[in-house]
């Protein structure tokens, strides 16, 4: 599986539709995808994921008001439950001889709620449509609970994968989804963390804590502050990879978001990178600079932009979570 800072052919993303993902609040979320579109469309292709004609032209709409370069935007109609493609996406692999392929893991809402069908029927969808080899690990997978190098490691928390809460695999060992992420991935060495972070309803998916930024680093969120829920599970991820042959640099996190009563999964290890471009979450807070900043020292051939995400945190993700890159196939060569 390839690093996501190689050369993408596409981003893949699916428009808004479903209003119970973003109760009261789902107004904005259009503007906010709209504009993440725009961005990613100056520097590559983008996929979109649309219900139908209708759902096509609405996206139009919207894109067409910011500004979005269309000749750069696709649509494809696929119907679909929720907009996180990270998750219930095709998980795209490349040989040494440059052929892209796709791996097809089940897909079941992150074992917590009843509508994943549609989803789940999007990789073996868009294999035919892309007429790209499929393999289908009978294994349930989430994108954003891995994060690799390119190079055979592999991050992921033994909170999503290992833990009896919303069990994505219920019975399956270490041992056999190491075995599975090695066969299918590529992943010849797997880092267990801990812990997710507070509000996050996938039960510890890694994207929100710890990410690669090049072959040899790792970026993980820290919390200072000892009362905060957060501060612990990080605390002990920081020295699960400080024991790693892998260099660490921390990324702050934002004050606690809490909407209605309830904490956000806010976090700015959640960005995404695009060809030339790094896309990262942030949330009117002191910590965005900062986080920006750092970022940007460790992405130099990259502009990072921030993106305002207090109202797409309400859906339980950000950045990260709605973006899922297709590589460029052909022989491996540098980021653009």
Known sequence: MP???????????????????WPGKFGPIAWVYAEIARKLARVERVRILVENEGGERNARRYLGSVHADLAAIEFFHYPTDRVWTRDYGPLFVKNPSGEVAITSWRFNAWAKYGNWQRDNAIPGALAARLHLRSWEPDLVLEGGSIDVNGQGALLTTGECLLSPVQARNPGATRRQIERALHDYLGAREVIWLGRGIAGDDTHGHVDDLARFVNARTVAIASEPDRSDPNHEPLRENLEILRRSPFQVVKLPMPAPVIFKGQRLPASYANFYIANRLVLVPTFNDPQDRVALARLARLFPGREVTGIHALDLVWGLGTLHCMTLQQPEAGATRQPR
């Open 3 to 21: 690093a996501e800072w190689e050369p993408h052919e596409a981003t893949w993303i699916a428009w808004p539709h479903n209003r119970e993902d």
